[in-house]
């Protein structure tokens, strides 16, 4: 998903994380005994808009890397399946599901690079070993599903590029990650 991403785009990727996410819950109630507790935690957006920074700009930037590196035909048919949820949604799917009780649910923002100078809240002092952070982070996520699409000719030579855009974003923005974390009770 990108900021521009025609509605239906995120209409699909809305419905498959309500269809995942019922059902990773209906099987964790399975397992767990009544009134027995989970807690999750994930990143998600401080928005219920879908085009939010909080969710898009961290791959958009990805996305830019992999313009300046790939076929435009091997990138029109990528597809990196990752939905940031709104703190709504996951309390509406809960509900819906039904084998849970939201104990508590909270929202909290870390920076991109967990390492950066937590003091100053406006920009990075830092930028390329920050950009780096923040690269190295996305690539544990994503190389595999970026290797198995585009071959692993390109990986190191994207992700530098991609640290790069990052802290050249992180100098004129300190951007943050939305956190949900949730404890829940199985109902009786």
């Given at each position: 998903?990108?900021?521009?991403?025609?509605?239906?785009?995120?209409?699909?990727?809305?419905?498959?994380?309500?269809?995942?996410?019922?059902?990773?819950?209906?099987?964790?109630?399975?397992?767990?005994?009544?009134?027995?507790?989970?807690?999750?935690?994930?990143?998600?957006?401080?928005?219920?808009?879908?085009?939010?920074?909080?969710?898009?700009?961290?791959?958009?930037?990805?996305?830019?890397?992999?313009?300046?590196?790939?076929?435009?035909?091997?990138i029109d048919t990528f597809n990196l399946p990752y939905y940031h949820p709104y703190e709504g949604e996951v309390r509406e799917i809960i509900e819906m599901e039904g084998s849970f009780d939201i104990d508590k649910l909270e929202t909290f923002a870390t920076n991109w690079d967990a390492n950066d100078d937590i003091i100053n809240n406006n920009f990075v002092?830092?930028?390329?070993?920050?950009?780096?952070?923040?690269?190295?982070?996305?690539?544990?996520?994503?190389?595999?599903?970026?290797?198995?699409?585009?071959?692993?000719?390109?990986?190191?030579?994207?992700?530098?590029?991609?640290?790069?855009?990052?802290?050249?974003?992180?100098?004129?923005?300190?951007?943050?990650?939305?956190?949900?974390?949730?404890?829940?009770?199985?109902?009786?």
């Amino acid at each position: 998903m990108a900021k521009a991403s025609p509605p239906n785009v995120f209409k699909a990727y809305q419905e498959q994380f309500q269809k995942d996410f019922s059902l990773f819950l209906r099987l964790r109630s399975e397992e767990i005994i009544q009134g027995g507790r989970v807690v999750f935690t994930f990143i998600s957006r401080s928005t219920d808009d879908p085009r939010s920074k909080d969710c898009c700009l961290i791959w958009e930037l990805l996305a830019k890397s992999l313009l300046d590196l790939a076929a435009k035909a091997d990138i029109d048919t990528f597809n990196l399946p990752y939905y940031h949820p709104y703190e709504g949604e996951v309390r509406e799917i809960i509900e819906m599901e039904g084998s849970f009780d939201i104990d508590k649910l909270e929202t909290f923002a870390t920076n991109w690079d967990a390492n950066d100078d937590i003091i100053n809240n406006n920009f990075v002092f830092e930028k390329d070993q920050c950009g780096r952070n923040v690269a190295n982070i996305v690539r544990a996520a994503a190389e595999p599903m970026l290797v198995s699409h585009f071959g692993d000719d390109i990986t190191d030579e994207l992700f530098k590029r991609y640290a790069e855009y990052v802290g050249e974003h992180l100098c004129v923005e300190k951007t943050k990650h939305i956190n949900i974390v949730l404890t829940m009770t199985k109902k009786e």
